[in-house]
């Protein structure tokens, strides 16, 4: 094997290693990344299990090394598309953490107008369900991101809601 193909695979396979153990502690409860999570451990484990028959196989070297990089590659890569995908859910969470401060209607009013001079308004859907077809239509229509917010309505969330809907039902009707 030559040197640049041996720190090839040694660089793939230490960082995908340290994604999927990062991904697989803060992200094993995703339902929505389970089926990346779980392909990459088994990719993780077909690459090591060619490094292992690497050393016994000596007629199957060229192949074993072509599947290890394969394997640690795809690893890595689906790794780093999961932890762009959690870090994609920090931000968004850092962004609602803002507004659990604002324990008034008051409050929120105020910061109402600030997200709608920075074009940035938010809607916070209550319930057990999250109607995905409203999240399309208030991202894709008015640029708006919807929250998920559980059962618990809070009023001030509602506060809120309701001044997004007036400016919705104002600006619709003028158009």
Do not use: P
């Not at 994609?88 to 008034?104: D, F, G, M, W």
């Amino acid at each position: 094997m030559k040197n640049r193909t041996k720190y090839i695979l040694l660089i793939s396979s230490i960082i995908g290693f340290s994604l999927l153990i990062f991904n697989s502690i803060k992200m094993q409860y995703w339902y929505n990344v389970k089926l990346e999570l779980d392909l990459s451990k088994v990719l993780f484990v077909i690459g090591l299990l060619s490094f292992g028959l690497y050393f016994l196989a000596k007629d199957w070297h060229k192949v074993l090394t072509k599947i290890m990089i394969g394997a640690f590659g795809v690893c890595l890569v689906l790794n780093l598309h999961l932890w762009t995908e959690y870090y994609k859910t920090v931000q968004r969470q850092n962004r609602l953490a803002e507004y659990y401060e604002l324990e008034t209607c008051e409050k929120m009013e105020n910061r109402f107008l600030t997200d709608l001079k920075n074009e940035k308004l938010k809607y916070f859907q209550f319930g057990i369900g999250f109607d995905l077809e409203l999240q399309k239509t208030l991202k894709s229509k008015y640029g708006i991101e919807s929250y998920g917010m559980g059962c618990m309505v809070q009023s001030e969330f509602d506060c809120y809601n309701e001044l997004v809907n007036n400016y919705l039902k104002e600006n619709t009707t003028t158009e």
